[in-house]
């Protein structure tokens, strides 16, 4: 049952200095949990190598994934009860026992725990997710308690900033501390980080606590987790390619998810607290920018999945190269949410701002959806700029309005869900746009390949497909085709032929010598000609992926123009009534 409750104004009662000490424990925590996200990537390949476990791969990252998203809601809920400081306390716990634990996976003193070394990593990466759920689940709900109107809104663009610069930072460190030290310090290097922003918060954090008092839904709690946790399964496997779309496994996980949710939505309008209180839809503020912050999720990890996919498969640079490439990106949108947080502080009001960035998102979109073969790498740099400066806003001054329209005693809840949301929205689109690149890539390459194929010598075009099988099938070799690579190893083995030839017949040395520079000669060529079909499929296939997220960026647009034209004053309500 909810009882009546006095809630404090924190913003009021704490001094500056102490909301600033408070603040900077917060963001700390969030770069802890942000670092995590990029830093992981880098060091994958040589953690699989060690570890023996190449068909774990995937999970290492998915184990987080399903974790972080999955509890970010019932934090939000838990917070609002208990207060922010306890739930966050225990996030970084968790997450920095997890952490060492990671950094220890396939030790000798660890055994056959779990099966191993690569299975153990999975498990302690999806304790990390419980952890880090927490930190990101309740870090925005903390801005709330400590700032009010305007001032909020010059402290949100920092999270934006911190998410931005691990994105930069996190490939950077994950290269340098698996080359020069060990992959295991990809997650030892929490431990002092955290231990630090713990100390902040345990020293001068207050409770943070909103007042309200009332029963912990604990099936909704689980039925959330039923509901989430299936669907993003099925959503990832589905378009990694792992199970089919019409497999029964797949369609089971989709049934599942299904029935959880409609149970879910039922049990919510039974429960005196809900995990998510349905009536916070009847909030039209709340409503549209859940429906915006989905819809961004999806766009904006899509834009740099797949920039980094072309930037491999079409400018031929590294993988550790490619992930400048969104760079631009990352600058665009920690300037334009600082900027755009103190200009709603001074105007009063956000839908603008928002409604200007989603504009210069959707221009982004249109641009990238220009992309070709000849594109160039610095030829990205301005489209994804356009693409920051645009999502900027978003990231910042959604929370802010949502935090503005929402009693004090549902920040919580209401803050989290939208985390939730988005990163659902995320999953989501990444496997959407999955599914069109491979259709639209299947396509292109028949069309593509088949075309230069039937222009190869029979010889050539046997070898280059025997090349193909040998590097795990034509797939394979179509999805990471090196063609100097490739190449190297048609000449050698048109060296070996000739060889063998000259030693049967010495006397036709000197025509052979002329036949085989022949050989090499249109050997070089069909590669090359083989390399650039390739790269005129990705590039067309990326470029569609951005020709429908410009849909998407038009749905979100349309979303912001549907929201209230409301300002930065804060919503005041009355406490609920016991019983509700």
């Known amino acids: 049952m909810t009882e009546p409750f006095q809630a404090i104004n924190y913003a009021r009662v ?123 689940g309740i870090a925005f709900s903390i801005v709330a308690d400590l700032f009010e109107g305007p001032d909020r809104a010059k402290y949100q ?67 959330i987790v039923v509901f989430s946790i299936p ?102 949108l920690i300037l334009s949410a600082q900027l755009s947080g103190m200009l709603a502080a001074r105007i009063g009001k956000y839908k603008p701002l928002v409604l200007g960035g989603m504009i210069l998102a959707t221009l982004g979109f249109v641009w990238l959806s220009t992309i070709s073969v000849n594109t160039s790498y610095w030829a990205l740099v301005p489209p994804m700029l356009v693409l920051g400066l645009g999502i900027g806003p978003s990231m910042s001054l959604l929370n802010l309005a949502v935090q503005n329209a929402v009693p004090r005693h549902e920040i919580g809840v209401a803050t989290s869900s939208g985390q939730f949301f988005q990163q659902m929205g995320s999953t989501i689109g990444v496997a959407l746009f999955g599914a069109v690149l491979t259709a639209s890539l299947t396509d292109q390459m028949q069309s593509n390949l088949g075309r230069v194929q039937q222009q190869l010598p029979p010889e050539i075009r046997a070898q280059i497909t025997a090349l193909g099988q040998a590097q795990g099938g034509e797939g394979s070799m179509r999805s990471s085709f090196d063609a100097d690579a490739v190449k190297q190893q048609v000449e050698q083995s048109i060296h070996r032929s000739f060889e063998q030839q000259r030693q049967a017949r010495p006397e036709s040395a000197a025509a052979l010598e002329a036949a085989e520079q022949r050989a090499v000669s249109e050997a070089r060529g069909a590669v090359d000609q083989v390399g650039s079909a390739i790269k005129q499929s990705f590039a067309y296939s990326i470029a569609r992926i951005y020709f429908w997220g410009i849909f998407v960026a038009l749905l979100a647009l349309a979303a912001v123009l549907c929201l209230p034209n409301g300002g930065l004053e804060e919503r005041r309500a009355a406490p609920p009534a016991a019983g509700h």
């Open 231 to 332: 669907l993003l399964l099925a959503m990832t496997w589905g378009s990694e390619g792992t199970h089919a779309w019409s497999s029964s496994l797949i369609l089971g996980l989709f049934a599942l998810s299904a029935v959880a949710l409609l149970t879910f939505l039922w049990v919510q309008t039974r429960v005196p607290s809900p995990i998510l209180p349905l009536s916070l839809f009847k909030n039209l503020t709340y409503t549209w920018v859940t429906i915006t912050r989905f819809l961004l999720g999806a766009f904006f990890l899509g834009a740099i999945v797949y920039l980094s996919l072309f930037a491999v498969n079409v400018l031929g640079v590294s993988a550790t190269s490619a992930g400048t490439v969104t760079l631009p990106l990352t600058l665009g």
């Open 14 to 136: 704490l001094d500056h200095r102490t909301k600033m000490v408070v603040l900077f424990g917060v963001l700390m925590c969030m770069l802890l949990a942000a670092l995590d996200q990029t830093i992981v990537a880098t060091a994958l390949p040589r953690i699989a190598s060690e570890l023996n476990g190449l068909n774990l791969y995937s999970w290492v990252t998915t184990a987080y994934l399903l974790a972080s998203t999955a509890l970010v809601p019932i934090y939000g809920k838990l917070s609002d009860l208990y207060g922010r400081k306890p739930v966050l306390v225990f996030g970084v716990v968790v997450f920095l026992i997890a952490s060492a634990l990671c950094g220890a996976a396939g030790e000798p003193f660890l055994g056959d725990l779990f099966g191993g070394g690569m299975m153990q990593l999975v498990v302690f990466r999806a304790l990390q997710g419980v952890g880090g759920a927490a930190i990101t």
């Open 157 to 223: 663009g920092l999270f934006g900033a911190v998410f931005g610069l691990a994105s930069v930072v996190g490939p950077l460190l994950g290269g340098f501390l698996t080359d020069t030290v060990s992959w295991r310090w990809v997650f030892y290097v929490n431990l002092p980080l955290g231990l630090v922003a713990l100390a902040f918060l345990l020293l001068k954090m207050p409770r943070l606590a909103s007042g309200l008092r009332a029963s912990i839904d604990y099936l909704g709690a689980v039925l």
